[in-house]
């Protein structure tokens, strides 16, 4: 009789928040298929050209709104889902409709303005580049606007956009709760939590003496999360998704075994706020010719 009751009180409950239902494959077959109409229509460009075309003067590159208030964790992932773009990467190919469509995370800083990583536009990499909203709505990018590819920061300007902008806050203190929004591995819309574990300076003798910063969290992303926010409960971007590092116990005969833990590096919001302020908005000059300076075939950190 009790179990009855429990059934029967379940079945007349109150509706909770609507939830969606992600089709991933759908979602992905759909994104290709715009990405591919851009490219046949000559409106998309590789990353060979926007990295060579980026522009030599000031572009003014807006902030978005600040977000108001602290949220809960579902009422930010409702809130902050039309936000977190698709960032879509057509792999070169001469034949119409061919190439295999990759797919990362990004995030809009004002309606046409976009960060992603600068991993995700490298020229090594010949690939037309769209970016795509929650609906799959997809949008040509035009220019790169800035890149600092020390810290793996690309902004570019995306034709015929309309987006909703994130503010970026800096220096969110160490053990702050944090939320990813990101699309591992074709798994579109995936929340994670965790908190700031730490910020590092980072330098690599093996790359000329490259030098960056770095936040590491704890929540979890895998590829196809790279660019995505690092957000505050406040809903704002207080850094960037960027790559993994394993840590293993040992080493025997050049394979590593014993896995004990991944660290998460990101992009911390100030180095992307240093980069929008720059000259005044614009390409800093050491930036400039950044891609051509570190040496080719130097290892690097596995990217998302």
Known sequence: MFLLSLVLWLGTAAPGVAVEYIDDQGLAASLASSV???????????????LRTIRSGKPIIPLGV????????????????????????LCHCSSP???????????????????????????????????ADHTGAAFPVREILAVDRDNDIAIVHVEGANFRPLALVPDEPVGSQILVLSHPDEHFYVLTQGVIARYCRCRCPKQGGREWVGMSITADFARGSSGAPILNLDGKVVGMVASTLSLYYEEEDGHQKNLQMVLKNCVPARAILDLIRASHGGVRKR??????????????????
């Open 287 to 304: 930036l400039e010719p950044a891609f051509d300076r570190v040496p080719r075939g130097a290892p690097t950190p596995p990217h998302p």
């Open 36 to 50: 591919r109409a851009l490219k046949e229509a000559g409106r998309l460009r590789t990353s060979r050209v926007l």
């Open 97 to 131: 409709g061919a190439g295999q469509v990759c797919f990362s995370t990004a995030f809009a800083i004002a309606p046409d303005v976009v960060v992603v990583n600068h991993h995700a536009v490298d020229e090594d990499k010949e690939q037309f580049h769209a970016i």
């Open 66 to 89: 600040p977000a108001t208030g602290p949220r809960s964790a579902p009422t930010l992932y409702q809130n902050v889902q039309e936000t977190v773009l698709v960032h879509c990467r």
